[in-house]
Every structure is written in C-alpha cells, then in structure tokens.
C-alpha cells in the first residue's frame, strides 16, 4: 500500500492534545502512527457491513504486519443502530476478546461509527484510548475531532455521550472515491458551514475550487479537510464543552435537525437537512442586520449550485415550532440562534419569539 506523506495539524488540548494526519492513500502509515501515540500492541477495529468489506482488511493486513495484535467488529450500518444496544454488543466483544485497559480501539468508518466507538472506548474500563479513521468527508471534516461521542435514545439524537478525544486521527482522502453522491454532498454542506461562519477567505475557495471539489480532486480534498479541521481544532480549544463559542457548529443545525425530525429522519441525509438550515439561517441573518441579502444569496447559490435543495420542506408553522422547541439546544424557553456577520464571521443570537423566526424564512402559519 502507498503511504503517501501527507500534513499534520495539532489539536491542542494541553495532556489531551492529539494529531490529525492527512494524506492520500495513507492508512498504511497507522502502526508507525499508533506507536508515536504511545498505544500498545492490541487493536480492535470497529466498523460496519459497508465499509468493512472495502478497508477493514487493508488496515488489519497493514496492523498486523506493524506487529500489532488486531481483532474486527462489524456492525450493522445506519444511524438507527446508534443506539445503547450496540453500545452493548462493542463491550460484549471486547471482552469477548479479552480486552483490557491497554487495548486500543479504531473507529473505521463514518459520523455513526466514530460517535459510537468513541462513546464505547470512553465508557469500557472508565476509559480506554481510541483513534478515528474517517472515511465519510462529514466525519472527516467534522465529527472526528472534538471529542463529542455518543448515541441516541428513544426520544432524541444524540442524548447519551461523553467527551472523550481520540489519540489521533486520520484523513485518508482516498477513501471518500467510494463514497456515495448523496452522502459526499452531505459533507459538502457541513464544509460550506466553516467558510461561512469562520472564514470568508476559505469560503472563496470553496467558491473558486467547486468543481475540483465535486469532482472530489484528491489535492483539492487535502487542502479542504484540512482547512475544515484547522478551524474546528481552533473552536474545539478555545470551548471543548460546548460552553459557549462551540456552538457555533451548530450554525443551520436548529431548522436542520427540525426536518430531519418532521421527516423521521428517512428522506434526508443530515447535510442535506443543514443545507436547507444554512439557507434560512442568512435569511435571518439578514434580518437581524448581520449580512446582506447579497451575501444571503451567494450562500443559496453554492449550495443549488452543488445539487444540494435550499428550501425548507411544506411542513406547517405548528409542526415547525414543535420540532424546534423539542431541540436540546433550547434552554428555558430561549434558543441560541447562530448567525452568520456577513461570510465568516458569526453571532450567536439568544431569540424566544420562535414564530417571527418562522416568518422570517417564509414558514407561513
Ligand atoms: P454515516 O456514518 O452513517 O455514513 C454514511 C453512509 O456512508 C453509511 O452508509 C456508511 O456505511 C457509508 N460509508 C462511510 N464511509 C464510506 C466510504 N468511504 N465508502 C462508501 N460508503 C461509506 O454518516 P456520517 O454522515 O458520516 O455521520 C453522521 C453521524 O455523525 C450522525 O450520527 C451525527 O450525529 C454524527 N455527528 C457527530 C458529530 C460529532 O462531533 N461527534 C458531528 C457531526 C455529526
Ligand atoms: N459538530 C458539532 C461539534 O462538534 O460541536
């Protein structure tokens, strides 16, 4: 296997500090990595029934012949298997296995899998040490990092979790040419999210690079990933609880996760349902004198312009409020809206009259 040299970016964490390692064609380099992160001679790679068949091998051959002992796990695909009960079956392998405190887990797959390893390794023996191979461009540009892992319950995405970093992550960009359109696309919209929140000059590139970037041009996709992980280090050290700026990330989260829920989750993937959030996001963004109706437009025109949809789905205003006051963002009545300061720069917007929102990105009653 090729072990193309790629960069390195540090998440700065003071004794919880890791790296992010990018590169083409790179998996080849994880015992090299895993030793230089201190991690022992045991391996349990957890990852599901879609993307085992296409890397699980590879990375257990490139293990094994690093002299690290491996064992694999493959789940069940989708996110309505991130839940306790799988939570329950990583464990029950693990010891299985005979795991103990110096076994490491590898996260090989998407957002799901990398919340639910994470949430497996913070939980098993109070904690043992993981690392993250992203394979979707969400999870690579996002989920990944910062230590938020976790699964659903019942009543709402994301309830049960924990923080726990990982010991390092890798970015394999080569391992998004599988990817399916929608879910690359998904990515796309959680990529755009940086530029217009953090950094209009990367906003500019992505506008400059958009074709590089869908046809998923590997330099392209090393500049981008990059970038994407060199903003949310910056966020994720200055608020790695989420006390207050790392909210930020949440920015076309709270009408994105209402249709996300309105639809029961089946007719949009999550960065399809942001896409749509971010376009009404500048709309209020606007509203609030934060950013020009100019600069609202040329939000919605990158994101038509990619194949992803800009208008909310007909739901009616009720449904909508509803959804939205059941979202764990909500504190005492109040939502901390995240608004995008022109293109990259942001407010976080404290609003408790839901229904002028609503009006304000055409929800009629
Ligand atoms: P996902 O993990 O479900 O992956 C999407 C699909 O792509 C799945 O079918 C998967 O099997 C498949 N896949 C993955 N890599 C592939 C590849 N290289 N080739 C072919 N198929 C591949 O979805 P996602 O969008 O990566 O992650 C969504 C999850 O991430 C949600 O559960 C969300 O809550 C979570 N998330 C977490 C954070 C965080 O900070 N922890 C941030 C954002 C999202
Ligand atoms: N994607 C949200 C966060 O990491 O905070």
């Excluded at 380099?29 to 391996?43: Q, V």
């Excluded at 407010?347 to 009653?365: E, F, N, S």
Aim: glycine letters at 12%; hydrophobic letters at 40%.
């Amino acid at each position: 296997m090729d072990t193309t040299a790629g960069s390195v970016i540090t998440v700065g964490l003071g004794g919880r500090s890791y790296p992010i390692h990018f590169g083409v064609d790179i998996l080849g380099n994880l015992p090299r990595l895993a030793r230089e992160a201190g991690l022992g001679g045991r391996a349990v790679i957890v990852t599901n029934e879609t993307v085992g068949p296409l890397y699980c091998s590879a990375v257990v051959e490139v293990l094994e012949q690093g002299g690290i002992r491996t064992a694999s796990l493959l789940l069940p695909d989708g996110e309505e298997h991130k839940h306790l009960g799988t939570i329950q079956r990583i464990i029950d392998f693990l010891l299985e296995q005979g795991a103990d405190r110096r076994t490491w887990l590898v996260a090989l797959g998407g957002g799901v899998i990398g919340d639910m390893v994470g949430f497996a390794a913070a939980v098993f023996l109070r904690g043992v040490p993981f690392v993250q191979v992203p394979t979707t461009l969400l999870a690579q540009v996002d989920s990944s990092v910062g230590g938020k892992t976790g699964v659903n319950h019942p009543s709402g995405k994301n309830l049960i979790g924990a923080f726990h970093q990982p010991r390092f992550v890798l970015v394999d960009v080569a391992t998004l040419m599988t990817l399916p359109e929608r879910e690359y696309l998904g990515g796309f919209a959680e990529v755009l999210k940086y530029g217009i929140v953090l950094d209009g000059t990367f906003f500019d590139y992505i506008e400059e690079h958009q074709r590089q970037i869908l046809d998923r041009d590997r330099e392209t996709l090393l500049q981008l990933t990059r970038r994407c992980c060199e903003l949310k280090a910056m966020v994720v050290e200055r608020d790695e609880r989420e006390e207050g700026m790392r909210a930020v990330l949440n920015y076309g989260h709270t009408l994105g996760h209402a249709v996300e829920a309105l639809t029961a989750y089946r007719s949009y993937t999550h960065g399809e349902a942001v896409a749509m959030g971010m376009v009404a996001a500048t709309r209020v963004s606007a509203h609030f004198g934060c950013c020009s109706t100019a600069e609202a437009e040329r939000v919605r025109r990158i994101i038509v312009a990619s194949g992803l949809a800009d208008r909310l789905p007909p739901f009616s205003r009720d449904e909508y409020r509803r959804a939205i006051l059941k979202d764990k963002k909500m504190k005492e009545g109040a939502l901390t809206l995240v608004l995008n300061e022109g293109i990259g720069g942001f407010r976080l917007q404290p609003v408790t009259d839901i229904d002028a929102i609503l009006d304000v990105c055409g929800i009629g009653g």
